[in-house]
DNA sequence: GGCTTACGTTAGCCGTAACTTACGTAAGTC
DNA sequence: GACTTACGTAAGTTACGGCTAACGTAAGCC
C-alpha cells in the first residue's frame, strides 16, 4: 500500500507546500527552497522523503535537479480517497435511514 | 482550507487507521482501543484531533461516545486530490508532448 | 447515596523528525 | 587545472507530538 507512506509523507506542511508546488511541472531544488522560509538542504531532505514515498521523481539536468509529480503514486491517492467517500457516504446514508425509520 | 488540518490529521499512521475504521458507520471510543495497540486515552487524543480538523463528529449515548465519519471533510479531501491528479497529469501531458516535439 | 462504566483531561516522559551549519561532490565554464 | 554552480549528506540541536499513568466527571444501575 504505496498511499500509506505517501500520507506519511503529506503530513507535514512544508512538504505538502513543495509537492503542491510541484503540480504545474518540474522545478529545480534551490526555486523551490527560494520561496520557502526553509533552508536549500533542509528542501532537499523534504524531497528525498516525497521521493520515498513514490509522490515524486528526480531527473539530473546538467548540475541542476528537476524534481515533478509522480501521477501514478498521486492516482493511487486519489482513488483512496475516492473509494473512502463513497463507502463512508454509503455508512452514512444507512444510518440516518436507520434512524427515520426507527426513531 | 479545511482539507489542509485534515492532511495534518491523517499524517499520523494511528489516527489513520482510526479513521478508516470509522467508514463503515460510527464507533465508541473503547471499541476502537480494544483493536488497537495503544491506551484509550490516546485513542481519546487522536479523535479530539481528527474532531478539531473536522474529519469526524462525536454523538453522545449514555455514557458512550459514538465517533463517526464527516462526509463533507472527507469530500473536499477527495476533491482536493482529484483536482491535484488532474492538474500534474495534464502538466506531465505537456511536458512529454514538449520532449517529443524538442528532443 | 454508592458503585460501575465509559469517557475526557492533565502532567510528564521520551523518541522522532525538522531544521541549520558545515562539508563533500559532480557538472559546467574559463 | 581552477573556479563556480547546484546539489546531496552528515552532525548536532531543538522542538514537537504521541504515549502512559493518574485523576476528574457525567450517566446509568442497584
Known sequence: ?????????LGDRTRRTIF???RSG???VGEIAEELPVSRPAVSQHLRV???AG???????GTRRLYRVDPDTLGELR????DFWSEALAAFKAAAEDERRNG
Request: without cysteine.
Open 1 to 9: 500500500m504505496p498511499y500509506r507512506d505517501a500520507m506519511d509523507a
Open 20 to 22: 503542491e508546488g510541484l
Open 26 to 28: 518540474p522545478r529545480a
Open 50 to 52: 516525497l521521493k520515498e
Open 55 to 61: 509522490l515524486v521523481t528526480e531527473r539530473r539536468e
Open 79 to 82: 482513488d483512496y480517497f475516492d
